[in-house]
């Protein structure tokens, strides 16, 4: 393909002196015109080198040679030399340069039905690929979609497990503060026993009323039972236990109790209380341990719990980039290309059925032609050689038909060569110098643009003054009724003489009417 690089670096190599400061851009354009002038352009960038170009001592001494008035042979004795070589080597270098041309031609024809066949199954390509991206993308969106669906599930999950941890924390902590350490305890005991403590809220804190004056009813009911069916000194036992303060007593160190008891009476009941005393204390304790055993149960339950919830979101976390990847691998090396590939060829059978069908009916139509040839040829002998003489006969004017139609080619052709060789002769006066120096601007173009702008230019002004008369004119006949009759006589004048007689006569009429009032 040529270009104004090409023209540019055949300048450079047939030494052109500003050839270094020359940019292809501005030589686009000789690349533009007709086809017949492009073979000299490519003889120019192609065949010319240093060897064509001639020397500044070359042309002065051709034009001294012009100057001296000798003979120079001009194109007149150029082709009358060229007669006395013979029509022999003419014809036959024509007629290699017609048979070159054809095989150019030719191979020109056969590259386009290559590209053309190419370029079909380019665009076939290329509408099956359009089809499978658009399929994939519609497939990854859904995918896109049900992942996004997925996360956002997993983080509502998540935000519930949170909250559900968030509520066991502050629940567990609320607990926490309800069991203070007891060193603590027994320091603001000494620092402050006057403050009034925290409200009791676990059993190891509340009143135990309730529970002696029950157990004192039942102390009262064992008494009155045991007075009944056991010996006599049980009840004793049971009258020594205090109602407010009760405990649990050994049977068996009663006796001893009761031989001391007539020595140191005092320091009994002391020792009593204080059996009392530590007897309350070891029941608030194993309450106390029991609701500790409580506490630590639920809360390992839900450690439990929350372990177990931890694991199912890292499991499903994990299971959900597997899961997408399987549905990405089953799209891709799954039945989802086979069945692309199946509704390609389904789309293709149309096609070929057409073609077949219509390879058939051509098939079908010969074949009748043929029939009603064969049959008029068996039933009608003659008539079928007075045919075939019509046609042969035809034939031949067709052939001479075509003969003529040759040689006017061939003829035209001579003449377009001609036409050519002098387009080619003024295009090199136009484009050199008579020093044969090569002139790169568009002058005379250049002048023509211009005065074409200038023109363009006065037109528009022209236009523009047109336009404001249109108007100035139009606000005239709106505002004067006078000069809108006149002008509607002038079309009445213009288009129908009948019609302008009509209304005159009309006005006529008015104007005596008018004068008599």
């Known amino acids: 393909m040529l270009n104004g690089a090409q023209f540019v670096e055949a300048m450079g190599r047939l030494a052109y002196p500003g050839a270094a400061s020359l940019q292809a851009s501005e030589f686009d354009w000789l690349f533009d015109c007709a086809p017949e002038n492009l073979h000299f352009l490519r003889f120019v960038c192609r065949t010319l080198n240093q060897r064509n170009v001639l020397t500044t001592e070359e042309a002065v001494a051709f034009q001294e040679l012009q100057k001296s008035g000798k003979h120079i042979l001009d194109e007149t004795s150029l082709a009358e030399v060229l007669k006395t070589i013979g029509p022999s080597d003419g014809s036959s270098t024509n007629i290699l340069g017609h048979q070159d041309l054809e095989a150019e031609i030719q191979a020109l024809c056969k590259e386009k039905e290559l590209k053309q066949r190419r370029y079909n199954k380019l665009q076939v390509a290329a509408t099956s690929h359009a089809d499978v991206d658009l399929q994939l993308g519609t497939e990854l969106d859904s995918a896109a979609c049900k ?25 567990v902590g609320r607990l926490g503060s309800f069991l203070p350490q007891p060193e603590a305890r027994q320091k603001a005991d000494q620092l402050k026993p006057s403050i009034s403590q925290k409200p009791k809220v676990l059993l190891s804190q509340l009143s135990l009323d309730p529970y002696l004056n029950q157990e004192e009813l039942n102390t009262k009911t064992l008494t009155a039972f045991t007075q009944k069916h056991f010996f006599h000194g049980i009840s004793d036992i049971v009258e020594t236990s205090c109602s407010e303060h009760f405990q649990v007593l050994d049977l068996s160190s009663y006796e001893d109790e009761k031989e001391k008891n007539t020595d140191c009476k005092s320091g009994s009941r002391v020792v009593e209380h204080r059996r009392t005393e530590m007897a309350r204390l070891q029941w608030s304790h194993i309450v106390a341990e029991h609701q500790l055993m409580q506490a630590l149960a639920e809360e390992k339950a839900v450690k439990a719990g929350l372990d177990w919830l931890s694991e199912k979101a890292r499991h499903t976390k994990l299971l959900i980039p597997i899961s997408v990847e399987a549905e990405m691998e089953a799209l891709l090396n799954g039945p989802v290309p086979s069945a692309l590939r199946e509704s390609a060829r389904l789309l293709n059978v149309p096609v070929v059925r057409g073609d077949l069908t219509l390879q058939l009916a051509r098939q079908n139509y010969y074949i009748s ?12 002998p003659f008539q079928t050689y007075e045919g075939l003489d019509q046609a042969a006969q035809n034939l031949r004017t067709n052939i001479q038909l075509s003969r003529d139609s040759v040689a006017g080619a061939r003829r035209e052709q001579h003449y377009i060569a001609a036409r050519l060789y002098s387009d080619c002769e003024a295009l090199h006066r136009a484009t050199y110098t008579e020093l044969q120096q090569l002139l790169l601007g568009p002058q005379e173009l250049t002048l023509k643009l ?44 213009h288009l129908d003489t009948r019609l302008l007689q009509k209304v005159v006569e009309d006005l006529e009429n008015k104007i005596p009417n008018r004068g008599d009032q």
């Open 147 to 171: 992942l996004k669906e997925a996360i956002a599930l997993i983080g509502a999950e998540n935000a519930d497990t949170n909250a559900v941890l968030q509520n066991l924390t502050d629940e």
């Open 369 to 380: 032609r043929q029939d009603q040839v064969s049959h008029r040829g068996r039933s009608e």
């Open 450 to 493: 211009v005065e074409v702008d200038s023109q363009l230019k006065n037109l528009q002004q022209v236009m523009q003054e047109i336009l404001g008369e249109v108007k100035a004119k139009r606000s005239q006949l709106e505002r004067n009724p006078l000069l809108r009759r006149e002008r509607e006589l002038y079309i009445f004048f």
